[in-house]
């Protein structure tokens, strides 16, 4: 019987020996994790380090700490190419703009001197590539600046109101473009908790695309859940062109004018803001949906501020 006792003893003894030890391996493992996690979290140099002596866990600290430092180092890398990617291309922008204001003002001179027909022809054929050439620089300066920016303050703000705004501000210019727009808003207020200039923002280049590559219709319908679809006739566009009207620089043989930035911005700013936008054509229509996710319930019913520029609507055919 003694030696069955101390049988039972020793298997004990190994099995609270097996118990401490994988509660070690446990507790290593956890270190491991969080310190990593935090590693990614926060722009830290600090290495991971383990309590447990266990050889095998420290091995793998040990080859983690390298991967991390490796991973460090090409992370400063890229953002100091990005940074200075970034600084490229304000400081080609900011330096394009200058020329490009002076040319403009010489032919604005220009103007007042009588010239032969021809000669006037050649200058408005000069005029409309400098503006084209002075748009295309803003947007791409506008670009760079927006991508370096951190994202904004946010407040409490009604889609319906700064969706009205953003409609009311580009009224003048669908109308000299034939473009009578069909728009259909809820009375009752949506409200979101958003950046208002990146929401401003968003609204006119998704509006201004529509005039670039419309037909000669344009509608915009929400919802009361605050979904947005913005569509009009595009024949010059597939399903695989309107796919990537997100990507920055793309652009369609109908937008040639374009840098093919505005979306890329409207995208980059709605994604920063936690909401979603995406594009599908259908049907010779492009529709362009923009959702935010719904973290204010509706307060109030539409009031004053929503009526603001309902006069500047009113000439619009409603769904």
Not at 37 to 50: E, G, K, P, R
Not at 292 to 315: E, M
Request: glycine share 6%; hydrophobic share 40%.
């Amino acid at each position: 019987m003694t030696w069955l006792f101390c049988l039972c003893a020793a298997l004990f003894l190994i099995i609270l020996i097996l118990i401490f030890k994988i509660a070690a391996l446990h507790r290593a493992a956890d270190e491991i994790r969080q310190q990593v996690s935090l590693w990614f979290d926060s722009d830290t140099n600090t290495v991971i380090t383990l309590p447990c002596h266990d050889r095998h866990m420290r091995r793998l600290a040990s080859s983690l700490n390298k991967e991390l430092r490796r991973l460090r180092s090409i992370r400063l890398q890229f953002e100091q190419g990005d940074r200075e990617l970034k600084e490229s291309i304000t400081n080609i922008s900011h330096d394009l703009r200058t020329p490009l204001t002076a040319i403009l003002g010489y032919l604005d001179l220009l103007d007042y001197v009588e010239k032969p027909e021809q000669v006037e022809k050649y200058l408005s054929m000069i005029r409309n590539r400098s503006n084209v050439l002075r748009q295309q620089t803003e947007e791409l300066f506008g670009y760079s600046i927006v991508k370096s920016l951190p994202e904004g303050e946010t407040e409490l703000l009604s889609l319906n109101y700064i969706l009205e705004e953003s409609l009311a501000s580009s009224y003048g210019a669908m109308t000299a473009q034939g473009i009578i727009p069909k728009i259909s808003i809820p009375e009752q207020t949506v409200e979101r908790v958003l950046n208002r200039s990146s929401l401003v923002r968003i609204f006119g280049n998704i509006i201004g695309n529509a005039l670039k590559y419309s037909d000669g219709d344009f509608s915009v319908v929400m919802d009361p859940n605050g979904t947005i679809v913005f569509s009009n006739q595009a024949k010059g566009l597939t399903p695989v062109t309107a796919a990537r009207l997100f990507d920055r620089y793309y652009t369609v043989e109908s937008g040639r004018r374009s840098t093919g930035l505005g979306l890329s911005i409207a995208k980059l700013l709605t994604e920063r803001m936690g909401g979603e936008i995406s594009a599908h054509y259908r049907e010779g229509r492009l529709f362009i949906t923009l959702r935010f996710p719904k973290d204010i319930p509706f307060q109030k019913q539409s009031g004053s501020v929503q009526s603001k520029h309902a006069s500047a609507l009113k000439t619009s055919q409603r769904y």
